[in-house]
């Protein structure tokens, strides 16, 4: 009998082709969409198109399935989502740390609950339009690779992805480029495939996210402390009418008028500051990190180099990677980076193939 | 496989009967029940013939029967029409806790955004409401009270005439959905005292989009929509003729049907309910062994989430539901099962299994063959159960 997938389906181009591919391979393909949160909750406009978890998304996914005789199931995550991802979004936020939601719903909703919903339905697999590989490395561990093209790479939002996990992934489009997946959706003339793709976080449509943040403290009747903007050296600026709104390396929405650009140095919590100071001094060679996954790798026990990336746009830079006693890493970059933010992934690297990463402290 | 399909209580396929009495009505007999020439005359006629034979069929004057697109609209008429009408000197609703979204929707819209109070009358375990209850909720100040007759997710029966009774003992209007029952079990306007009744097609081998409101006459509510004088103004547009002819159609065959429906489906319903309690262990049958629509079967599979059991069974060429069709996908438990004191574990774990005329002993087998496995693989994965386990 054939094996059973679970194909996560957003009603983008990706997914359906996807999902296309690996009925093509022989898979028995079952498509289901994660509804993860409802526009009443996170705020923006309803009617906007082209969004996941809108109507129209999951009609699209419908229509895609039918076409490749594929049942299909819209499954509601959005409890789970909003524990996981949504509270600890605005969380970290308050914290005065910048976080990664789509490392967090890769690893707790997507990896534990949409898999464990596909097991408890009888599939083998799970399946993403993730543009990655999916392998497994002599050392006998699963493995991510980059995929083929450079533009996609998701690699860097998946390492908190667990080994077993891995095990029971499938990643279709590895080896194919943007363009490519386009034209097999073209070819087998899917609905979704002239569809543009989104990149703000999924429930931040309008990519405000502090109108997102502001929103969702009314709802729980709080309110952001307003606090000083303080210069490096002491010397207070203006106001801020909350440090959560505030990231690392932000130069925009200060409202202080200045002889030189100012950049956000470090967000003081404890104070409720936020402390500025010029471009150059964002440069920083050393981070810590915890919350590790490793990946390709075991745990190691000697320090070791890589190409460590501390953001999704981050080029990866080399670096030293020692693990410390408490579970932790830290790291030195060959050359300083600009703006280490905490609360933003690190992933380490050799070559095209995901070491793991961690938080970043 | 042939398809099982366990889900007559979300919708029916049309009796054979039915479409073949509706077909005239989409070509040859297409006219315009309101237009004065011959082809519009004979479609006014078939309109009548059916508006005639459905208020037989629930005890009313034809003159009190009102076509609809189906049990929401005559739920929303019901509820927001005596509403509106009765604004500016009552002020209070009072809706059964088990009620259908279609109800619930619109009397929690007039609370929220019309200045309304809204009661919510408990339910027993069996999800039985009490007319003592409801007459202590009751003031000269209620506009309504709607009770549904059969629910949806249970199948449990309401006596619907001492609350009725109840709500006229202080100036209240009564509704009921009677979109469950009707077809099913004996649906008399006049022996319920209800003062409206809404009925819809579709879960009676009847058309989809069909339905229709009772109002007895005298009665007052606001329209909600405008745009012409079909059904006296009480619901403008264009009346859906095919669907009203089917409709009746539907009717008369459950009407010829009904005994002999209830005794076969009773019988399945007990034999069914009996096996899965004694092949599923931690299982609990949701409801009335008794005073309910036979063909409901409602079980909670304690430790389970009724949406894995749901696409499981589907997978397995199985049709059933959890909660209502019109709430799945919602991972909230049942506010049926709540308010009959079902916990939230087993409302979770809860699912619909409806039958109809095609059902036979041979398909609830072919269910019992592979629900007990399908429950054990589901709870061996289920933390919630696996806590449970001594």
Redesign the interface.
């Known amino acids: 009998m054939a094996e059973k997938v679970l194909v996560a389906m957003s009603g983008g181009v990706d997914s359906s082709v996807a999902a296309l591919l690996l009925r093509e391979q022989g898979y028995d393909i079952?498509g289901a969409h994660m509804?993860l949160w409802d526009y009443v909750d996170v705020g923006a406009d309803i009617y906007k198109d082209g969004r996941c978890c809108t109507i129209d998304s999951i009609t699209d996914c419908r229509f895609v399935c039918d076409a490749i005789d594929a049942?299909f199931?819209?499954?509601?995550?959005?409890?789970h989502f909003k524990e996981a991802v949504i509270d600890d979004f605005v969380a970290e936020y308050k914290a005065g740390r910048t976080p990664n939601p789509c490392v967090r719903c890769n690893s707790d909703i997507k990896w534990t609950e949409f898999l464990?919903?596909a097991?408890?339905?009888?599939c083998d697999y799970i399946a993403t339009g993730h543009y990655a590989y999916v392998e497994q490395g002599d050392n006998g561990r699963w493995r991510l690779r980059k995929g083929i093209d450079p533009t996609r790479d998701q690699s860097y939002v998946l390492w908190g992805v667990t080994q077993d996990a891995l095990s029971k992934t499938l990643m279709p489009l590895g080896g194919l480029l943007k363009k490519e997946v386009r034209e097999i959706a073209r070819k087998y003339n899917l609905r979704t495939a002239e569809k543009k793709e989104s990149r703000e976080i999924c429930f931040v449509p309008d990519d405000n996210y502090g109108r997102f943040l502001r929103e969702h403290e009314e709802k729980q009747d709080r309110r952001f402390e307003p606090g000083e903007i303080v210069h490096e050296d002491g010397t207070v600026l203006g106001e801020h009418d909350g440090t959560a709104f505030f990231t690392i390396g932000q130069r925009k929405g200060m409202g202080i008028a200045y002889p030189t650009p100012l950049y956000v140095q470090r967000i003081d919590t404890a104070n409720n500051r936020v402390i500025v100071g010029d471009n150059d001094a964002l440069f920083k060679r050393e981070l810590d990190a915890d919350h590790l996954n490793w990946v390709a790798i075991d745990p190691p026990s000697e320090p070791f180099t890589a190409q460590v990336k501390i953001r999704y746009m981050h080029a990866a830079a080399p670096a030293e990677v020692t693990c410390l006693t408490d579970g932790s890493v830290h790291i030195i970059f060959d050359e300083k980076q600009r703006a280490i933010t905490p609360g933003q992934s690190v992933a380490f690297y050799a070559d095209d193939v995901l070491l793991g990463g961690g938080l970043i402290r | 496989m042939e398809p099982v399909y366990l889900d007559h209580n979300a919708t029916t396929p049309a009796a054979p009967e039915v479409i073949e009495a509706m077909v005239p009505y989409l070509g040859e007999l297409f006219g315009n029940a309101s237009s004065v020439h011959a082809i519009g005359r004979d479609a006014k006629v078939a309109l009548e013939n059916a508006r005639e034979q459905i208020a037989q069929f629930i005890n009313c004057d034809p003159s009190e029967l009102y076509f609809t697109s189906g049990g929401t609209e005559s739920d929303n008429i019901a509820v927001l029409g005596a509403a509106y009408r009765y604004r500016r000197t009552k002020n209070h609703l009072i809706i059964g806790a088990t009620e259908h979204h279609a109800v619930l929707e619109p009397a929690e819209h007039l609370a929220h955004s019309e200045g309304f109070k809204l009661d919510i009358l408990p339910v027993d375990k069996e999800g039985q409401a009490s007319a003592s209850k409801l007459a202590e909720l009751v003031t000269d100040k209620t506009a309504l009270v709607s009770i549904m007759h059969a629910n949806n997710e249970t199948g449990s029966i309401q006596e619907i005439a001492p609350l009725a009774e109840a709500a006229h003992e202080k100036g209240s209007l009564f509704h009921t959905d009677a979109v469950q029952s009707i077809g099913k079990i004996k649906v008399d306007v006049k022996e319920m005292k209800v003062d409206m009744l809404s009925l819809t097609g579709h879960k009676i081998y009847g058309p989809k989009g069909t339905g229709a409101l009772f109002i007895r006459q005298g009665i007052k509510l606001s329209p909600l929509f405008y745009g012409g004088s079909h059904e006296k103004k009480r619901r403008p547009g264009t009346e859906n003729v095919p669907g009203v002819v089917g409709l009746a159609k539907a009717l008369e065959i459950a009407g010829q049907q009904r005994e002999a429906d209830y005794k076969r489906l009773n019988e399945l319903a007990g034999y069914f309910i009996d096996k899965m309690l004694g092949l599923i262990p931690d299982t609990s049958f949701n409801g009335s062994r008794t005073r309910r629509v036979p063909q409901t079967v409602n079980m909670s599979f304690r430790g389970v989430e009724g949406e894995s059991v749901v696409l499981a069974l589907d997978l397995k060429n199985i049709a059933c539901s959890s909660g209502s069709a019109c709430t799945s996908g919602v991972t909230a438990p049942s506010h049926v099962l709540t308010a009959m004191g079902v916990d939230n574990i087993d409302a979770q774990g809860a699912i619909r299994f409806s039958m109809g005329r095609v059902t036979t002993k041979e398909q609830l087998d072919y269910v019992l063959s592979v629900l007990p496995e399908t429950i054990e693989r589901l709870r061996e994965m289920s933390p919630v159960y696996q806590q449970q386990k001594p």
């Open positions: 079952i509804k049942p199931y819209v499954l509601n995550m959005s409890r464990r919903k097991q408890s339905i009888g």
